[in-house]
């Protein structure tokens, strides 16, 4: 049973580019939410997506979108980036409306250089 | 607005020393109280949810319970496997985790 799988697992990017990220949920789970972490800090909500639409956002500017498939796939958009975007970017997969256990994938490594 | 808070910021044992970790919140309406453990450079894994005042839960060396206020994960008899940082996250009536910044642990041979 494969977990949570994002890819790709380090990417390295100019200032002022795009960058787009992926997530594959875990078997059986449909809700799938994206966080960010910065080195030293806990993971930080960006959003979350169920049923191909986003359900809550955090508290990030509008640089910052995503999508979800019909196959509850994931992608997290970042346009315009910005050296304070480097971070680890998490996807995390849960099933439904309970959130009672999400689980992580192994990440993102976004370096902008 | 809602808060999380750990502490200590780090924390070094022997092993077989037993220790808690602690995570105090502020979170209205609280839907659950999660802990993780994180490996550098890799995701968090998911070890506990607690959802009411006085639940406990435990796993192997590993025991969390929960307080109105604060919730402890208990670590008795470490071992240097269980050297990683631990995480904590409570979710509200929405469907964000807010994590705090997590302790530090290194248990040492």
């Known amino acids: 049973d494969a977990g949570v799988t994002q890819s790709p697992t380090h990417l390295i990017k100019t200032r002022g580019q795009q960058v787009t990220l992926r997530c594959s949920p875990k078997s059986g789970h449909d809700t799938v939410s994206w966080y960010q972490q910065a080195l030293g800090q806990g993971p930080q909500f960006i959003f979350q997506?169920?049923?191909?639409?986003?359900?809550q956002r955090g508290n990030f500017p509008d640089r910052f979108s995503g999508h979800q498939f019909p196959n509850y796939s994931s992608e997290l958009n970042v346009n315009a980036l910005l050296l304070g975007d480097s971070a680890l970017y998490l996807c995390?997969?849960?099933?439904?409306?309970?959130?009672?256990?999400?689980?992580f994938g192994q990440g993102t490594r976004l370096t902008v250089v | 607005e809602d808060q999380v808070t750990q502490s200590p910021e780090a924390l070094r044992l022997q092993e077989g020393e037993s220790s808690s970790l602690n995570c105090s919140y502020t979170?209205?309406?609280?839907?659950?109280l999660f802990w993780y453990r994180q490996d550098p450079g890799k995701g968090p894994e998911f070890l506990f949810t607690?959802?009411?005042a006085g639940e406990e839960k435990e796993k192997e060396r590993l025991k969390a319970t929960l307080t109105k206020k604060e919730s402890f994960l208990h670590i008795t008899a470490p071992k240097p496997e269980d050297s990683a940082t631990y995480l904590c996250a409570a979710r509200n009536s929405g469907y964000a985790l807010n994590f705090g910044k997590g302790t530090s642990l290194l248990v040492t041979p």
């Open positions: 995390a997969s849960s099933w439904g409306d309970r959130n009672t256990e999400a689980f």
């Open positions: 997506y169920y049923e191909e639409e986003e359900r």
């Open positions: 979170v209205s309406g609280l839907r659950g």
């Open positions: 607690l959802y009411s």
